[in-house]
């Protein structure tokens, strides 16, 4: 399916035989999961995510990084949800992901043992602006924002901020290591002032940054260490998936991967 017509019943999916054997008929889609025919990710691939989340931390691990968590290896339909949803814009599939986010965020702000009555505020790890035209959305941003509304569905307080922003001239993390991918994003991000005078306005919050993979943990690093520039501290970090060869439970270092 196309990300035209992908965003054209996003917003509408409501389960049922019938919407499926019509989104198959009609525009051809199929689970990411499995392959069945109809909605993107089918009832029973749905039901087999996880509904857990553990610390994953990189090795090596980038010094100071705060604890991030994962939802799962980016790997079988956790991979294919992300690259889908990222790369080919099947929009519907933001709800899920999101749904993962969440879990992650509230295993994360748990493990804390962070106050539940003070709202989270859910800082995206942002794309370079030519990704964002490219894929014609933000793809964190976007799973960010459904994750939010389930935190809020489920009376934990959260709203997403866009503080972060990509100074010009970073590179294209693909192919890089762990250590040129920390060496691209020395001081790579940078707070939009506009949104932290809004944010000083909102009173206490816990942060929590948000991105859909770890890899190296270098984006991770580097957006934490542009908020805490500005005396912005940041609780956890969260995301959907860890990659494999890179999970594992508990770090042999102490505290920066842009798609």
């Not at 909605?39 to 604890?67: E, F, I, K, N, Y």
């Not at 964190?140 to 901020?161: C, E, F, K, N």
Request: proline fraction near 8%; include cysteine; charge should be positive.
């Amino acid at each position: 399916m196309d990300a035209g017509r992908a965003r054209w019943w996003g917003g509408a999916m409501a389960g049922g035989e019938i919407l499926d054997g019509f989104l198959d008929l009609v525009l051809g889609s199929a689970c990411v999961g499995c392959g069945q025919p109809g909605r993107p990710l089918c009832a029973a691939c749905r039901a087999d995510l996880p509904d857990t989340a553990t610390q994953s931390w990189p090795t090596p691990t980038p010094p100071g990084l705060v604890p991030p968590f994962a939802t799962g290896a980016y790997d079988d339909v956790l991979r294919a949800l992300v690259i889908a949803h990222k790369e080919r814009g099947i929009l519907a599939l933001g709800a899920p992901l999101g749904s993962l986010l969440a879990c992650s965020i509230t295993a994360a702000v748990d493990a804390v043992g962070a106050d539940t009555r003070t709202p989270l505020l859910l800082v995206p790890v942002p794309s370079r602006p030519s990704v964002v035209r490219q894929r014609g959305h933000d793809a964190t941003a976007d799973i960010a924002r459904h994750a939010a509304r389930r935190l809020d569905a489920t009376g934990r307080p959260a709203y997403v901020a866009p503080l972060l922003r990509v100074r010009p001239g970073i590179a294209d993390q693909a192919g890089l290591d762990a250590g040129q991918r920390s060496a691209n994003l020395d001081h790579a991000l940078a707070v939009r002032d506009r949104e932290l005078r809004r944010h000083a306005r909102r009173g206490p919050t816990h942060v929590v940054l948000c991105d859909d993979v770890i890899t190296t943990g270098a984006s991770l690093r580097e957006a934490q260490r542009a908020l805490e520039d500005v005396g912005i501290r940041v609780l956890a970090a969260a995301t959907v998936a860890a990659t494999r060869r890179r999970r594992r439970p508990h770090p042999t270092g102490a505290g920066p991967d842009f798609p």
